[in-house]
């Protein structure tokens, strides 16, 4: 018997089948089906790193940086300022290239600034109109001022300096 048939896979399968001729079959079946465990084995061992390759690319990516803290200055004032005579509590901060009006509101204010690494300091300043109880506070690259004022027309001012060696203080 000298016919040919294919093992592992017919015309559709695009993997590499080896043609057994029945004389091969004859002489021992335990050849052929080791040969058809060995190309298996061989299949899976070539579909495995592809599978890493996948799970690999499953994993978030280290390389796009995370934003955090470092890279804003946040401004708070919070506690109790009823309206004086001159009106509402008055609140300033910003750094020393740029200054700006604040609101306070619910007795809280907030506000959050990018970091200018040409500063060379961020402050924010809450005066009283006559009366109240506040504190404030300025967090620059991780570090945080606080300061606080009670009664009449106390200032709560606290600052946050450029290092020279870098850093914020």
Not at 78 to 105: E, N, Q, V
Not at 115 to 131: C, E, R, T
Not at 139 to 151: F, I, P, Q, Y
């Amino acid at each position: 018997m000298s016919s040919a048939r294919p093992r592992g896979g017919g015309s559709d399968d695009d993997s590499k089948g080896d043609t057994v001729s029945s004389d091969t079959v004859a002489k021992g079946d335990d050849t052929a089906d080791k040969a058809e465990k060995d190309e298996a084995s061989e299949a899976k061992t070539d579909d495995e790193p592809k599978a890493d390759e996948a799970k690999k690319d499953d994993k978030p990516k280290a390389a796009e940086p995370k934003k955090d803290d470092t890279t804003k200055v946040v401004f708070k004032v919070w506690g109790t300022a009823p309206a004086g005579t001159l009106g509402p509590l008055d609140i300033t901060y910003g750094s020393d290239s740029d200054t700006r009006k604040g609101s306070f509101k619910n007795g809280t204010f907030e506000a959050t600034l990018p970091l200018d690494d040409d500063a060379m300091y961020f402050n924010v300043m809450a005066q009283l109109q006559g009366s109240g109880d506040i504190n404030c506070s300025v967090t620059v690259d991780g570090h945080t001022e606080k300061a606080h004022a009670a009664g009449g027309y106390n200032i709560c001012h606290a600052q946050a300096n450029s290092g020279l060696l870098g850093g914020w203080g």
